[in-house]
């Protein structure tokens, strides 16, 4: 199994441009979470979705965030526009959610976003 | 609201020594408690979970946790640390009447192991 893929794996861009950060969960697992990572605020969930729906959004810090997931093997998170401070690593996991049972959460290896 | 404590930042311990990291929680319900690792410039890992049974879970790379239902925490922990331990880990915690299946994570503990 490749595991989650994220692309790309870093990013510098200029303030004000489009970031696209991009997810592939691992295959047959049906959520997928995207996560914040900085010094100053450690790890932020900031929205998951399960069988393809968005559960839970409060975590995304501003309208200039916003995240899709158009089927089951795809996902992404995109910044618009962007700011210096959305600078941090974004992280995407996926688990298999099955009615009772608490599944693992399995995490990509981060896109590192730089905005100058 | 579920929440969980990670109470060092950093935890310094020489090789061959037993290594502990601490996490307390809080959540409605039952707990579903997880520990992950994350070495330089890499993803988080999963290290090993506790969901019912035993309080003593044992996971990967020779850790091992123990669940404290009284105490509400869930140490993590290794009897010889090693040089290559040496990482950031994190405590994260779900509730059984949680909504969905959010889990919540620790700030994190630094392990610094010295040869």
């Known amino acids: 199994d490749a595991g989650v893929i994220q692309s790309p794996r870093h990013e510098v861009t200029e303030m004000g441009q489009e970031v696209t950060l991009r997810c592939k969960p691992i295959?047959?697992?049906?959520?997928l979470f995207w996560y914040r990572q900085t010094m100053m605020r450690g790890l932020e969930l900031l929205i998951y979705?399960?069988?393809?729906?968005?559960?839970?959004d409060s975590g995304m810090p501003e309208d200039r965030f916003s995240a899709k997931m158009p089927n089951a093997s795809f996902s992404t998170l995109k910044i618009q526009p962007s700011e210096p401070r959305d600078s941090a690593v974004y992280f995407c996991?996926?688990?298999?959610?099955?009615?009772?049972?608490?599944?693992?959460?399995?995490f990509g290896p981060g896109t590192r976003l730089l905005v100058l | 609201a579920q929440s969980v404590a990670q109470p060092e930042d950093q935890v310094n311990v020489a090789e061959g020594n037993p290594l502990t990291v601490k996490c307390t929680y809080s959540?409605?319900?039952?707990?579903?408690l997880f520990w992950y690792v994350q070495y330089p410039n890499r993803g988080l890992q999963f290290l090993l979970k506790?969901?019912?049974?035993?309080?003593l879970v044992k996971g990967s790379y020779g850790f091992e946790a123990e669940f404290n239902k009284s105490q509400t925490s869930f140490h993590l922990k290794k009897p010889s640390a090693l040089v290559s331990d040496s990482a950031l880990y994190f405590c994260?915690?779900?509730?059984?009447?949680?909504?969905?299946?959010?889990?919540?994570f620790g700030g994190g503990t630094r392990v610094l192991v010295k040869p």
């Open positions: 994260a915690v779900r509730g059984s009447r949680a909504a969905g299946n959010k889990l919540t």
């Open positions: 506790y969901i019912t049974g035993d309080n």
């Open positions: 959540v409605s319900g039952n707990p579903y």
């Open positions: 295959s047959g697992h049906n959520s």
């Open positions: 996991a996926s688990s298999l959610k099955r009615t009772t049972t608490q599944e693992t959460q399995y």
């Open positions: 979705f399960n069988n393809n729906v968005p559960i839970d």
